[in-house]
């Protein structure tokens, strides 16, 4: 299975666990679907709208947001708990990781 993450207008994060059918994830190239079974395995809801999310692939259990607020968030998948990383005066634009991962850049 994969997981995508998902911010949406409502200000919550949907991470959906997507199973593929038949051990691959087709394309329905008439709608651009991807067909498979897929469901909500996390949802972290905010007071504002998220603007950016990262998700570092060295830690799957763990996605880094922004919020429009100035908070720079990370949600732990394992127990759905947001934790506060940083509080700044302005909107959060763009998130990235450094190339080992071990820091976020806002």
């Known amino acids: 299975f ?33 067909i498979g079974k897929k469901s909500i395995c996390n949802k972290f809801s905010e007071a504002t709208s998220v603007a950016c999310l990262v998700w570092p692939f060295q830690h799957p259990f763990e996605i880094v947001y922004g919020l429009s607020e100035g908070k720079v968030k990370i949600g732990h998948l394992r127990s759905n708990k947001a934790q506060t990383l940083y509080t700044g005066d302005s909107y959060v634009t763009s998130l990235t990781m450094n190339k080992h991962e071990s820091a976020v850049v806002s």
């Open 2 to 34: 994969s997981k995508l993450a998902v911010a949406q207008s409502d200000n919550i994060i949907y991470i959906y666990k997507w199973a593929s059918l038949g051990g691959a994830i087709l394309s329905d190239a008439k709608e651009e679907n991807l």
